[in-house]
């Protein structure tokens, strides 16, 4: 998840980068439409695509874990709280030992 921010926001200081030196070649009345869809296609469509890609990467590991049973468990983050580090489908940072039930 912090890839999909880190990469978004790099993305983002390229685009608004790169638009502000090319600035001159567009047509001030074009330059939003420009903007607009660049930000579209090259930030905004990549983050949804990734992070579709991250929620079916870990779908097991978001429903039908010990895990996600468990209160120290972030959903969002696919994150063990107690332990911060990521559970997958082989692997449970505290081997069940820690686990406690939500409310
Ligand atoms: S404490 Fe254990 S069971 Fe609970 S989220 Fe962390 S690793 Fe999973």
């Not at 939003?32 to 890609?53: D, N, Q, R, S, T």
Request: hydrophobic fraction near 45%; charged fraction near 20%; charge should be negative.
């Amino acid at each position: 998840m912090g890839g999909i921010v880190y990469w978004g926001l790099l993305r983002i200081a390229i685009v608004i980068i790169l638009l502000w030196f090319s600035y001159d070649y567009f047509d001030a009345k074009y330059f939003w439409i420009i903007f607009g869809l660049a930000i579209y296609i090259v930030v905004i469509h990549p983050i949804i695509a990734e992070y579709k890609e991250f929620v079916v990467k870990n779908r097991n590991v978001i429903n039908n874990s010990l895990c996600s049973k468990c209160k120290h468990f972030n959903e969002t983050a696919v994150l063990c709280m107690k332990y911060d580090e990521h559970p997958t489908d082989d692997f449970t940072p505290c081997d069940g030992l820690d686990w406690e039930a939500k409310n």
